[in-house]
Structure formats: structure tokens, C-alpha cells
């Protein structure tokens, strides 16, 4: 079965995703929390400036979504490794 098809090997990718999301998020925001004193609060609210919280959903964003993609990435250069070891 080809690995985009095979439904263990997309388990194996979403679960990866999603937990190198959650280290990265945690990551992230202990840096923030470092850099800057404290993770924005709701603007609207009058919590934190409109260009901090920006600021932090852009920064958070990108971070996720690299680390998402090279999670699920990682898993099919694992799935691909093992497959061409495989005796025909």
C-alpha cells in the first residue's frame, strides 16, 4: 500500500504533528515569557497592545506550521527508510 493511502502511517503523522506543535508552543511561549514579561492577553480587552498580540500570532503561527510540517515530514522519510530496507 502506498503510505498516503495507508491510514497507519497518516495516524502516525497527525500524532507527530501534533505533539511537536504542542513542545514548539510550550517553547515558545516559555521564550516569550522570558523575553518579554508575559504572553499578550486579548486586545480587545485592553490586555496588550494590538502590535504585541500580532506580533505573537504571526511568530506563534509560523512556528507551528514549520514544526507541523517537519514532524509529518520526518515521519515519511522514517516510513520511506524502512520500506526501501525491505527484501523484495
Known amino acids: ?17 501534533v505533539a511537536a506543535a504542542g513542545i514548539a508552543m510550550r517553547v515558545m511561549t516559555r ?16 490586555e496588550s497592545s494590538w502590535a504585541e498580540a500580532t506580533a505573537w ?6 512556528l507551528i506550521g514549520v514544526v507541523r510540517v517537519a ?3 520526518g515521519v515519511v522519510a522514517y516510513e520511506e527508510s524502512r520500506s526501501s530496507n525491505r527484501p523484495s
Open 1 to 17: 500500500m502506498e503510505p498516503e493511502n495507508d491510514p497507519v502511517w497518516n495516524m502516525a503523522g497527525n500524532v507527530a504533528s
Open 31 to 46: 521564550a516569550w515569557v522570558r523575553a518579554r514579561g508575559s504572553v499578550p492577553g486579548n486586545p480587545a480587552k485592553g
Open 57 to 62: 500570532a504571526v511568530a506563534s503561527g509560523v
Open 71 to 73: 514532524a509529518q515530514r
